[in-house]
């Protein structure tokens, strides 16, 4: 599942790896009962072991951006949510701690935000403490987004990628050197290795978004 972040996290468990088990359940209640608008659980892990049970997706990631997971929780013992450099057994870049010792039933709203500090990120829902009997927990909603647009080349958000747009490409040029901190921008125009840099390999992935000024762009590759 690598490819440009992603503005929605995919169905579970469609796009999803687990060590445990999971499954949709499509006949969970409608809303309120359930925050889902089509109604129905994103997923539910549960384990014959109880223990830790962990969910997780790892996507290619602009270094140096900002990315927010977040949605809906409930279910039994400790839940957490994180971000992490790497894959899912890397480094955690930050972690929400949803509830402990259970939630009553209650769904929880919960996010957790962190800034990339390479090219690869994990998302991960995780469960622990969890008994052998019955599911661990339950999620619903699951969002991720990023401080890029959702056509990255797209630097001022009008639709199009225009010479405006490559003028902040150039604000960004950095060949020997880190990302600059102004502009902010910076980071979604980092496409190719090496990261942490815009340079010359970062230009074929812009030009290859140009659409002209006023000419709309509804995806950038």
Excluded: K
């Amino acid at each position: 599942n690598c490819g440009p972040p992603p503005a929605v996290i995919g169905g579970v468990p469609t796009g999803w790896s687990t060590d445990t088990n999971m499954s949709r359940e499509g006949n969970a209640p409608l809303p309120p009962s359930c925050p889902s608008p089509a109604g129905g659980h994103y997923g539910t892990m549960s384990s014959g072991e109880g223990g830790t049970l962990r969910a997780w997706q790892t996507i290619q990631a602009q270094q140096g951006g900002s990315y927010t997971f977040s949605g809906y929780f409930a279910g039994s013992a400790d839940c957490t949510i994180a971000l992490l450099n790497g894959d899912e057994n890397g480094t955690v870049l930050n972690s929400t701690a949803v509830f402990t010792g259970g939630d009553g039933g209650t769904w929880h709203q919960a996010s957790v935000t962190a800034t990339a500090t390479s090219s690869v990120m994990t998302v991960m829902w995780r469960i622990d403490n969890a008994t052998p009997e019955g599911p661990g927990g339950h999620a619903d909603g699951l969002q991720l987004s990023s401080n890029c647009h959702t056509v990255w080349a797209d630097a001022d958000d009008d639709g199009d990628v225009d010479m405006i747009d490559f003028a902040e490409w150039q604000r960004c040029y950095s060949p020997v050197v880190d990302l600059p901190a102004e502009p902010g921008y910076c980071a979604c125009f980092d496409r190719a290795a090496p990261f942490g840099r815009i340079d010359d390999v970062d230009l074929t992935p812009f030009l290859n978004c140009v659409s002209g000024s006023a000419i709309p762009v509804a995806s950038c590759p």
